[in-house]
């Protein structure tokens, strides 16, 4: 189920990336208003949606670049965030001096790091089941070919 949730989601990033900044910013900010993105901010926001649901939906097994990306991402969030928060702030915002960015901006960061770990771990798994189950079909589909050859 959480793998469908973090799906929708990366849809919706894909779909309609403008509501999800504005509430982000509605979020982080004690200006939202105040704030000018940058022309990429949704073309960024889309990326990321993009990465999320390919991660979640892909059928290969392994480790990606990606997901290595995604993790290393997460995991930096986690562990030190403020870098990140300042990095994105100058990627979306072109007046970053301007922006007047709540308390808990570090905790959500934080928070986003978990997430980019959570959708790495899922893609994982997806992965893994999907060799399984692929080699399971596999050998039906020989059996099924025997029974045949042999008739």
């Not at 949704?42 to 990321?48: I, K």
């Not at 097994?61 to 030190?80: E, N, P």
Request: net charge positive; proline share 5%.
């Amino acid at each position: 189920m959480l793998r469908t949730l973090l799906i929708g989601f990366g849809l919706l990033e894909i779909i309609k990336p403008k509501p999800v900044i504005e509430a982000c910013e509605r979020i982080g900010l004690r200006n939202p208003d105040a704030a000018r993105r940058r022309p990429l901010a949704l073309t960024g926001a889309r990326l990321e949606g993009l990465v999320f649901v390919w991660l979640l939906v892909r059928r290969r097994q392994g480790s990606t670049l990606v997901s290595a990306l995604l993790g290393l991402a997460g995991l930096t969030l986690v562990l030190v965030p403020r870098p990140i928060i300042g990095l994105s702030q100058h990627l979306v915002y072109a007046d970053t001096d301007d922006l007047e960015v709540q308390p808990w901006v570090v905790p959500a960061a934080r928070l986003l790091g978990v997430l980019y770990l959570t959708v790495t771990l899922l893609s994982r798994s997806t992965g893994t089941e999907t060799a399984s189950d692929e080699g399971r079909d596999d050998g039906d589909q020989s059996s099924r070919r025997l029974r045949i050859r042999s008739r």
